[in-house]
């Protein structure tokens, strides 16, 4: 009998363990899946229903920051969309956390205007011609000092040249049933 239970308590923390892993961000694309319910044509370009990730220039780069290897997904707003990035905020990214097995903790935002941007970030920023970077990293985040997964948003406002960062903590959840 406790080799029996011996077993089932092995396999149930196996399973937690193998469950608990940080997410590689890197193999699912925030807009993955998204479209267009029509053909549209923005700023003069026409984009078929399923050039959705195109019209926001969807592109993904690297930044060393504080000695850490960091990827982005990054997004120009500016050249199809008129600076209007509601979508990737209220939709686009919800979406994609919640596919990635996180929930964000709305009461835990944090803005901070005008801050000091890595500078491999902005370089990133500024060759790929995007204003949005998106990442999830784990650790302390400025006066966060607990290591808990994070969603970063970096925007780049060009006619006042600042940025602004806001930041999420992420929350872990399970769903088996999916």
Not at 38 to 47: I, K, M, P, Q, S
Not at 110 to 133: E, F, K, P, Y
Not at 159 to 170: E, P
Request: hydrophobic content about 40%; aromatic content about 16%.
């Amino acid at each position: 009998m406790k080799k029996i239970v011996f077993f089932v308590l092995f396999i149930t923390l196996s399973m937690t363990g193998v469950f608990a892993q940080r997410v590689d961000i890197t193999r699912t694309r925030p807009m993955e899946g998204w479209v267009f319910t029509e053909a549209v044509t923005l700023n003069a370009r026409f984009f078929f229903t399923w050039d959705y990730a195109q019209s926001w220039n969807e592109q993904s780069g690297y930044a060393l920051v504080d000695d850490r290897r960091l990827f982005f997904w990054l997004y120009d707003s500016m050249s199809y969309h008129a600076g209007k990035a509601d979508v990737i905020y209220n939709r686009i990214l919800p979406g994609w956390v919640e596919k990635l097995g996180y929930v964000i903790d709305y009461d835990s935002e944090v803005i901070n205007n005008n801050i000091n941007i890595a500078s491999s970030i902005r370089t990133l920023m500024r060759q790929r011609g995007c204003d949005i970077s998106v990442t999830i990293t784990t650790g302390p985040i400025g006066p966060r000092q607990y290591d808990i997964d994070h969603l970063l948003i970096i925007e780049f406002f060009p006619s006042k040249g600042t940025y602004k960062a806001t930041t999420y903590d992420l929350r872990r959840y399970y769903n088996l049933g999916r």
